[in-house]
């Protein structure tokens, strides 16, 4: 009777384990006011880290050296750059980001936004480096970045019409 009493209490905790770790992404909400990104961390551990985002504006450009990223649209619209390729990403799609893959997201709809974000192996925020671009205006040679030493002005920087686009403010 003790060993059938110690079965159903191991039973009834593990199975309150399982909800509390359940959550539905569905109706997943950002709990307080954000400026831009709101990312809620769901779970981690040594192997891969699970986070919702939510972008009101833009994540800017950056790679992650080690980590893969698996992204899956749960609701919004986006313009994505990966890899030096630009394109539109809606609710259902999945972004496959390998490591070392520069990538960024600008939202397109009046609402957030929301994607659910797989990290592997366990990201703890260490290898996430934002790529600052110079991008030649027209005239400037591609010679890496040497400019002639009697033009000591610096010329604006010509954005790509497809580029993300800088914000002021909060960022992922």
Do not use: W
């Not at 394109?87 to 990538?103: E, L, Q, S, Y």
């Not at 290898?127 to 205006?137: A, N």
Request: with cysteine.
């Amino acid at each position: 009777m003790r060993t059938l009493f110690i079965l159903a209490l191991l039973f009834t905790c593990n199975l309150l384990s399982a909800q509390v770790l359940t959550q539905n992404a569905n109706t997943m909400t950002p709990k307080e006011e954000y400026t831009n990104v709101k990312t809620i961390a769901l779970h981690s551990d040594e192997n891969t880290s699970v986070f919702m985002i939510f972008v009101k504006q833009a994540v800017r450009k950056h790679v992650h050296q080690y980590h893969t990223e698996v992204i899956t649209v749960l609701d919004g619209t986006g313009r994505m750059y990966l890899g030096g390729d630009y394109f539109d990403v809606k609710k259902g799609d999945h972004i496959v980001v390998p490591p070392n893959t520069a990538h960024a997201v600008i939202t397109t709809s009046s609402k957030p936004l929301k994607v659910l974000s797989v990290q592997s192996p366990q990201f703890l925020g260490q290898d996430r480096i934002v790529i600052q671009e110079d991008i030649p205006t027209e005239g400037e040679a591609a010679t890496d970045g040497a400019k002639d030493s009697k033009d000591k002005t610096k010329k604006p920087k010509k954005k790509k019409d497809d580029d993300i686009p800088e914000f002021e403010g909060e960022y992922d």
